[in-house]
């Protein structure tokens, strides 16, 4: 007898249904099948959960010895304003050097500042000059880690294979939102400030052993030039030479600018959900965190490539929409449900962004074509970061998060209507988005 008379009249066995599962669970962690990917896979995770466990510790310590979201939003404005120097920098450097070792020596650099930062407050000596000191320093580790993990991440899958693998990335990076102030809060509550720098430095050495395993890999040098911004500057020709590439890359300024600058008044907005506690702040974070997981995991299951235009659209509205809802919530419950949706959608977009960016670029082009992204899209949250922490000391974060949502609801729209970006919503496959970056 076979196996198939064992099956029920109604459908397939049980069989059938664990072989659909697996094909499913297979299409979702297809990278992972590359080793040096899930190298990197995993030093994302590890060093962005040092990141957001960097991120907790230093806002509720500013908070609660300045209370002020000036301060809070000006560790932001320390962490991502070194993008406006560093990520171009790191671009050439991407383009002239061992990525793979760039990668590491930035993650040491977070690695002694998180340790610096665990040492002062261990000691008493932690106030507003020294912490914005350290975590100085870690922005310009993240400026150059940004950018050595993107220039990184086309040579270590197929290029059929690179929007699944830019998905799980996200998933890894935006998904340590969750994962680090997870770990952190309930250190935060039980043991103070100082335990939390002391994780997120563990976090950064091991990010280190895990980027030196990757495996080093070819770099076609830079013509030398007599002009020292000469790389910068064909770079920047580059990106505005192919209309969609240049599109996108100002699209997720505007999206970081407007969408991802609440952190810096988060702590305040927890405050006035519920005064004085501060699980609520970290409750918010992981929530944010848990959406990202959720949303890049179910962008990684997407199978037609095609989708991904009309997911863009849908991912950049909705990413404003949700931060809307969470500046008009008026509960804990409600708050944290859109914090969810505000990490998921702000995830998913950021990922196809990525995804399209790494197809319509050059290889040659990747380093410095990352640095301008990056450095476009932190610069941009360093400012907005700093200047809305100091308006939240008179006008309500809530007021602020409306407006900020509601502002980039209206640009996004805009935006997507232009013609560079009307055959991409229509939806594109690999192939002509590799033709659209050659054009």
């Excluded at 995993?42 to 609660?64: T, Y």
């Excluded at 095609?306 to 509205?317: L, P, Q």
């Excluded at 640095?371 to 809530?398: D, E, H, I, K, R």
């Amino acid at each position: 007898m076979t196996s198939s008379s064992t099956r029920p009249p109604g459908g397939p066995g049980p069989a059938a249904g664990q072989d659909a599962a697996w094909r499913g669970a297979a299409a979702i962690f297809q990278s992972w099948r590359f080793p040096d990917y899930r190298r990197l896979w995993l030093c994302v995770v590890v060093a962005n959960s040092g990141r957001w466990i960097l991120a907790l510790g230093a806002g509720w310590l500013l908070f609660n010895l300045t209370h002020s979201s000036f301060w809070v939003g000006a560790s932001f404005f320390t962490i991502q304003g070194p993008a406006l120097l560093f990520s171009p920098l790191a671009g050439v450097w991407a383009d002239r050097y061992d990525r793979r070792l760039l990668l590491a020596l930035a993650l040491a650099l977070a690695a002694f500042a998180t340790g610096m930062l665990a040492l002062l407050t261990l000691l008493g000596l932690a106030t507003a000059g020294p912490v914005l000191a350290c975590t100085l320093l870690c922005g310009v580790a993240f400026s150059v880690q940004g950018t050595a993990w993107g220039s990184l991440l086309p040579g270590v899958v197929p290029r059929d294979t690179l929007p699944n693998a830019v998905a799980l990335q996200g998933t890894a990076r935006q998904g340590a939102e969750f994962l680090g102030p997870a770990l952190a809060s309930p250190l935060l509550v039980a043991a103070g400030p100082s335990a939390v720098f002391a994780l997120a430095a563990c976090c950064y050495g091991g990010a280190v052993l895990l980027a030196l395993r990757i495996a080093a890999r070819r770099v076609i040098p830079l013509r030398n030039s007599e002009q020292p911004f000469a790389p910068l500057r064909d770079g920047l020709r580059y990106v505005l030479a192919v209309p969609l590439l240049g599109s996108v890359v100002f699209l997720v300024a505007f999206h970081c600018s407007l969408t991802m600058t609440y952190q810096g008044m988060l702590p305040q907005f927890a405050g006035s959900l519920l005064p004085g506690d501060g699980k609520v702040y970290g409750a918010l974070m992981t929530a944010v965190g848990l959406g990202a997981i959720v949303g890049t995991v179910t962008l990684a299951a997407v199978s037609n490539r095609r989708w991904y235009g009309a997911g863009y659209v849908v991912t950049a509205v909705a990413s404003g929409a949700a931060l809307l809802a969470l500046g008009r919530s008026g509960s804990v419950v409600v708050a944290l449900a859109a914090a969810s949706a505000v990490g998921a959608s702000q995830a998913m977009f950021m990922a196809i962004s990525l995804t399209f960016l790494q197809q319509l670029t050059a290889d040659g082009y990747l380093g410095r074509v990352t640095g301008l992204y990056n450095f476009l899209a932190s610069g941009t949250m360093a400012f907005l970061s700093l200047g809305l922490g100091a308006f939240a000391v008179t006008v309500a974060p809530a007021v602020l998060m409306t407006i900020t949502g509601g502002g980039f609801v209206l640009v996004a729209m805009a935006m997507l209507a232009a013609p560079a970006f009307r055959r991409l919503c229509r939806g594109v496959s690999a192939a002509e988005l590799a033709e659209l970056g050659l054009a």
